[in-house]
């Protein structure tokens, strides 16, 4: 055989035919560059990823015909495989070129599916929105339970019927805050109440975060508040899903009461998922601490316990095969087995949350590549399991626990040679703390960026405090938890539930001793909504490995110039990035303009939610009385005026809300002046109408809007554009 053949048999590249002895001998066909099973499939998810993230960015919802572009695009790239290859067997193609050719058709085929598939899976989940404010009887049934970052209990209910409203108009889904302190019902209870609802809000600023995308993918049609007391309608029914989901709420319970306190409601939390318990304020010292990941169910918990179940069971396999002799299968594989079945227990128990499968599905494929004797850690792996959840639920893509979980897994996967090397060289007791420094180091850094981008600050010592609370974690709370679940039925659970408790203790001593510390969060403007994009894709060209196992180097060292050119435009684009001179809130009723010293809006309150979103935005600390307390705004409550200027160039704006927006006869509107009011004015009461009128009829078809100087005149940019939209708005 020919020096090119095992690479060509790899590939599934051969020549079009062998020379016989007699004949003059043809040269070699060229050594394949790239191999597809070695170096495609970690790029897998990262074409998916394009597609699906292409798809997500667009103005308008896509039409049939999108659709069918991109079905006929997709199978044209499936005949190019088989094209090249009949072309090189014939040698009208340098085999070279012909795999080349067969790899960027695969790319291109996965962008497309990626599109295709994240339009699919918008459809499919596809459930009514409440079109418009409701106020009456509401009865569901409860399907879940948590708390609100305002820290009031909410009930999620499916099975809606709305009083006077269709079953065709009727959301799959709403979530209502209960504002007063009561019993709570079980998961699978039919209720009734009396309750405020509206459709899920869009963004507080255009190009801010769309919580109507979130529900639309939830299924959630409505949101809103009740202040009276739930009613009974039927029992719960003993189906399956929800019966367990009892049971699962039964055991949350039952370990917040026998720990006590936050410490119990975290031990909860780490354990079946449920959260209701944590306050708001705990939740608020973790975050700034940066240790609220650990509530989270994630990978970091998973990976925690299915290796404490691996490495037990394989001790006590060890054991008994030097009682009994050896086992009919190895040890190290009996213990995968066993790791993988308590992994889906602790799914199935933590309440299979879109986080918890996506690290049940990672520790799953790990654990079955042990199994099935391949290598467990590694890119392979990783992408094995991110192909399978972006499949599953495309939407993954855009969500923060997605995106930092696989960013974090994948850097320590890349250190993992380096480390390998290096291990060797330092003393046996040395390894554990370099290795759980340089785990935290590479996973923070791998985060970092992504955690800043999506919630606008920064931790200062973030690292410090999960060096602190992480070994704790794995040590002390998820051994303590499995201890306890084998010990629980001989009523011999509490020993290591106090265990548990000692180590949640720990973790909220350390997260409130961080979060009090001077400059502990560093917040920071919010960054262009192209940040994110460039982010990623420059760091996966610049850190994955070659498409192949002998890519050139030149190549490889242009792949890796690009990724670091679009790290460096990221930056570049946040650093320079501006602020909205004026924001106005979807309801008209909160304005505020940016001057020297921050973000003045019109009133103390009123608007709260977008104020507070707008200055957070900004990196600004402040609350909204403090911010509405500098120089900027004059006149009476309900008719506030302000004059700008930026750059030498004017803006005068006036808010009218309460009476003031209704009685306008005596308004004057002269061309230089922005109106905006909280309520759809009659312009034919105007003395003068050459102004600029922002009211609510405008901002009901057009959400919130933003003013920026654009050179020398002021651009008003409204969230909705006045096109098709997309299928959530």
Known sequence: MDSASP?????????????????????????????????????????????????????????PGFYALLALAAGMCLLVPPLVLGLARRDRCAWIWADRCRLSAMALFLVLFGAGLAGLRAHLVAAPVLEFRYYGPVEGRVIGIDRSAGDRMRLLLDRVVLDDVPPGRTPARVRISLMSPQHLPV??????????????????????????????????????????????????????????????????????????????????????GDRSGISEQTNEIMRASNLYHIVSISGLHMSMLAGFVYAALRLAGTAAQGLVGPLAMPVHKLAAAGALAVSGLYLWLSGGGVATERAFIMVAVMLLAIIVDRRAVSLRTVAVAGTLVLLLGPEALTEPGFQMSFAATAALILV?????KLAPRLPWWVRPVVVLLLSSVVASLATSPIAAVHFGRMTQ??????????????????PGAVIAAVLAPLGLAQPALWVMGLGTQWMLLVAGWIADLQGAVILLPAAPAAVLPLLGIGAVLLFLGPLGETARRGALLVRRGAGATLLAAAALLWLTAERPAVLIS????????????????????????????????????AAQTMAASRTLWRGEYSDRQAELNFGGTGLRIRHLTGKAAKDVETIDCPPDLILVAATELRREGLRQRDCTIIDMAQLRARGAISISLNRDHWEITPADDQGHGRIWQ
């Not at 049609?221 to 003993?238: F, K, L």
């Not at 989901?245 to 031990?267: D, F, K, N, P």
């Open 416 to 420: 993992q040679e380096p480390w390998l």
């Open 7 to 63: 690479a060509m048999a790899r590939t599934g590249l051969q020549p079009a035919r062998r020379p016989r002895a007699s004949a003059v001998p043809h040269p070699a066909p060229a050594r394949v560059s790239v191999t597809i099973r070695a170096g495609f499939l970690p790029w897998v998810p990262f074409w998916l990823s394009l597609g699906i993230g292409g798809w997500f960015l667009l103005r308008d919802e896509p039409g």
């Open 586 to 621: 979807p309801d008209g009723e909160a304005v505020a303009a940016m001057t020297p010293a921050g973000r003045v809006p019109s009133k103390p309150r009123g608007g709260s939610y977008a104020v507070a979103n707008w200055l957070e935005a900004d990196g600004d600390p």
């Open 461 to 478: 010592y973030g690292l410090l405090a999960n060096l602190l609370v992480v070994p704790v974690v794995g040590t002390l709370v998820m």
């Open 187 to 272: 998961p699978g209870q039919r209720i009734m109440l009396t309750a405020h609802l509206s459709p899920p809000s869009g963004p507080s600023e255009p190009g801010g975060f769309d919580f109507r995308r979130l529900a639309w993918f939830k299924r959630l049609g409505a949101v809103g508040h009740s202040r009276t007391p739930i009613m009974t309608v039927a029992r719960p029914a003993n189906d399956g899903a929800l019966a367990l989901h009892r049971l699962r709420m039964a055991l949350a319970g039952t370990m917040r009461e026998r720990i006590g306190g936050q410490a119990g409601a975290v031990s909860a939390a780490l354990v079946t």
